[in-house]
Structures are given as structure tokens and as C-alpha cells.
């Protein structure tokens, strides 16, 4: 960052007191009749003609000499930080982030060296959820959209216009998949214990039946993975233990399945295949058993 002009000046005077050759031009503090010389002293006599005086305006003109050159450079790496924050190497993570600048149903121009849309509308860009990763020598982008709170598939008509989008967008030659399919289904068969003076028989709190804690725990647990997250078993059981009126969880099996495919065992995490998940809680077995403790004094 540029220095004041003042500053400098200052700067190159405490650099000049040390050359005994040019003393009799130095506003010397070790001598009595003199103090260090300083910005604030040149503006006290700067119209004056004696030789000190005309050897404190070289030192104002270099100091801003100086103080252009600096000012100077600090533009200059403005210029160049925003040359390279527009030129980001496409990593796996600007595939993500670019396809969220995907507008639906509008037409792409070149302009600039690049194509681009004429007019940014944010209604119009429907990719709300992106992730890319790389696998056997391609970029797999998975991309949802957002319905009420629910992550959602394109639709057929969206995901071929996003297909041309990257088309067009991607670097040439990057072999490139594109992924928008429904939730994966992950289904469970857990035992639960719960405390049956704080949980009534249907899993509400007895002092406000209209909080169900287990339930909450397990959407808790889809809502605060990120998209494309590795499904943890130990992460769910935890969330779910955690709940008001639970004692203890025991998760007897796991099982998962992409859209459209069969369900296989999960041993401790699995990858989902569209990037998000749901607990089929209709179709998993929920056990539970009633724990009641009191105490008489």
C-alpha cells in the first residue's frame, strides 16, 4: 500500500542524518541551534532560499516521486488481482459454482473472448444445489434444483439446455457427465429406547404434542449434509440419540439405492449417486422399546 507523501519525506530525512558529508544540509537534532528535520518543519519554512531549504525540496520531490511510484504499483496489482480472480484455473469446484450461472430458456453470446448471457436474470437460474468430482478421467457434475425445501431433478427440458450450456462452457477436450436424478433412498432397521416420561407412544413430546424429536433429528440429519455428501451411519445414530426423551439407539442395518436401482447393505458411509439423499421412513423398521424410571423417596 502507497505511503503518504509525508512519510516518505520523513523517512529519507532519518536516512540522510547518517552521511557525515551532507550535514551541513541536515536539520540535525544532535545539534543544539536544530531539531530532526520533518514534514511538519519543511511546510513551517518552505519558501525560504537558504541551501538547507533547497536540499528539503529535493527530498519532497523524490518523496513524491516515490509516493507516485508506489501508487502506481498498488494499481497495478488491482489490475492484476482482477485478471486473475476472471481467469480461475477450472477446478473441479468452478464446475460446481459456474453452473449455478446456468439461466434457463435464455441464449448465450460471445462476447469478450467467452461466451455469456446478455442479461443476468436470477429467476432464470435454476441450479440451486452443484457439486463436480473426477472419475476415470471425466468431470461428474451433479446439479438439483430446489422445490419448496426439497432438493429436485432438472426437468428433461432443463437438464438438455444445461447439457448445451456446458457445451459450450466447458474447456475443450474435458470429458464431462452430467448428473440430475431423484434422491437417493436410504432405508434403515433401528431400535430405538425412549424415555416414555418425556415421549408419548407416537414419538411427540408429552408437554407439546406437536414436536416429534426422533423425527426432527433424522431430517436434521439429511438437511446438514452438503450436497453431495458421504452418508455416515455413526453421524445419523448420534443425531438421533441426541434427541429429547431418546436413552439409547441401536442400528441394527442400512441399506441405499440411486433412483431406479436395487438396494445393497451400507456398511458404515456410502457415496450418494445424485447428491442427496432420503430416509424412507415408511419402508424402514423403527423398533421401539419403552424406558421408565422413577424414583420413590
Known sequence: MARKISEIFDSLNVVKSTFQELHDYVVDANNSHSIQDTWDTLLS????????????LFMWLFATGSWIVETLFDKHTEEITDI???KKPHTRRWYAEESKKFQYGYAMIWKDGQYQYARIDEDAKVVKYAAASEKNGKVILKVAKESGTQKVPLSIGEKAAFTEFWAQWKDAGVRLEIVSQAADILKIDIKIIRDRLVLNGNNSLLRDASVFP???AITA???SLEFDGIITLSTLVNLIKAAEGVKDVKLNSAQHKAAGGTFATVDMSVESVSGHFVIDQA?????????IQVSVE
Open 45 to 56: 519554512d518552505i519558501n525560504s532560499s537558504s541551501k538547507v531549504a533547497v536540499w528539503r
Open 214 to 216: 426422533i423425527d426432527d
Open 221 to 223: 440429519y439429511g438437511n
Open 84 to 86: 486473475l480472480s476472471a
Open 283 to 291: 419402508s424402514s423398521s423403527f423398533t421401539y422399546q419403552d424406558y
